[in-house]
């Protein structure tokens, strides 16, 4: 059955795509395939699957559906979001130069800076909203720019179809790291980026129950270089939490509606909110991107940042207060989490680096979940208070 998005909706996919019924036993749903390794009829000769490292139907069935779901043909799924991320980074070599967004998730930066730049990998870090500072920051060995869109935490957008353009006139690839929208709300590969990357951990999964990373491409030569690195470097995915990201994707589209709605009531208290500041969500038209917002993406998704007044005190003191919000780091679940990104997510920039990136002492970030609105709105009520 061909599951293309030309003929079916995003919703249809999500449920039928990689997922035919059990050709065995008729079951409905992907059985979890817990085995680690595969009968051989004679020595070489197997049905497909050899060793559950290379390959694994239930692994398989994710990759496909997650995969047709960012309209790509290809998906790789890892043991987490940073493994992903790290599997990618050998697509490269010593010497290779990396243009990356500057306000980005602060793992990932101290990835790049702690571990690649050791092994001789360097790194631009660049406001991407200015198409000139890119340009300015491309040199001749530069082979990756790096887009997180929205960016973490300050959800500033990147013009992802210009960054593609910009990218490829350079001979570098465009990897979009896609966790914040899920596709969703965003499909980077139709704007032109090469790669997308999903922290699963995230709304793919949505329910806050495991660590995963998902890397998608319709390249079939990075298709053939990352299936390579995926089963030789062995950052898969285990079946069972396969099994659960698979089941969790049935669901994306009414979750990521639920929470949209809930993130825009939220914001909207917010913004009208005396000891609030300012308050950054691209569904805002305040948002000083709110064009940008609607032309590339379908939604505004669950993730917003404020900046309360009265900076670290007020922000302790609104943290200590919550009772529906749940101060904890990540994002994406059901359930809604607040978290201080420079005493938490993003502890490891160094203090001068999150000042450049406007990470200030009064800043907190809301992953806004799927409950009661009116609870959420009062619960944020009391704690400002
Ligand atoms: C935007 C983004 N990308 C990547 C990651 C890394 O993913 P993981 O924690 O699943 O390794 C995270 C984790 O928070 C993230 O927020």
């Given amino acids: 059955m061909d599951w293309s998005d030309k003929q079916f909706g995003f919703e249809t996919r999500a449920i039928h795509a990689g997922q035919p019924a059990d050709a065995t036993t008729g079951a409905v749903v992907t059985p979890l395939y817990l085995t680690s390794t595969f009968v051989h009829s004679q020595p070489g000769v197997f049905q497909g699957y050899d060793y559950s490292r290379a390959g694994n139907p239930t692994r398989s069935a994710y990759e496909t559906c997650v995969a047709n779901l960012e309209g790509a043909r290809f998906g790789f799924a890892f043991a987490s979001g940073c493994i992903g991320t790290t599997t990618v980074m050998h697509l490269l070599q010593q010497g290779d130069h990396v243009v990356c967004c500057d306000d980005m998730y602060g793992g990932t930066y101290r ?184 032309r590339q993406t379908s939604g505004h998704g669950g993730m917003l940042s404020l900046q309360v007044s009265g900076g670290l005190e007020a922000a302790r003191r609104i943290l200590s207060r919550v009772r529906v919000f749940t101060l904890a780091e990540s994002l994406g679940g059901v359930e809604s989490l607040i978290e201080h990104p420079g005493l938490m997510t993003h502890a490891s920039l160094s203090a001068e680096k999150q000042r450049e990136v406007g990470i200030t002492d009064g800043l907190l970030r809301l992953s806004v979940g799927i409950e009661t609105a009116a609870d959420l709105l009062a619960d944020l009520e009391q704690a400002l208070a």
């Avoid at 470097?233 to 949209?260: N, P, W």
Wanted: proline share 4%.
């Fill in 111 to 294: 990835l790049f800076e702690e571990v690649f730049r050791k092994q001789g990998i360097s790194f631009s870090y660049v406001d991407l909203r200015d198409a000139a500072a890119l340009e300015q920051a491309l040199r001749p060995d530069t082979r990756l720019v790096w887009v997180e869109s929205p960016t973490n935490p300050l959800m500033k957008l990147v013009d992802i179809e210009q960054v593609a353009q910009i990218a490829h006139a350079a001979d570098a690839l465009l990897m979009v790291d896609n966790t914040f929208l899920s596709p969703y709300f965003q499909k980077p590969l139709a704007l032109g980026a090469d790669l997308v990357l999903h922290s699963s951990t995230k709304y793919i999964n949505g329910h806050s129950d495991l660590i995963g990373g998902v890397v998608v491409t319709d390249d079939e030569a990075l298709r053939e270089r990352l299936d390579f690195l995926h089963r030789s470097m062995g950052g898969i995915q285990s079946t069972f939490d396969s099994y659960l990201c698979l089941r969790s994707l049935k669901t994306l589209a009414v979750r990521m509606r639920a929470h949209e709605d809930n993130a825009h009531a939220v914001a909207h208290f917010l913004e009208s909110h005396p000891k609030v500041d300012w308050v950054a969500y691209p569904g805002l038209a305040s948002h000083p991107q709110h064009e940008l917002a609607c």
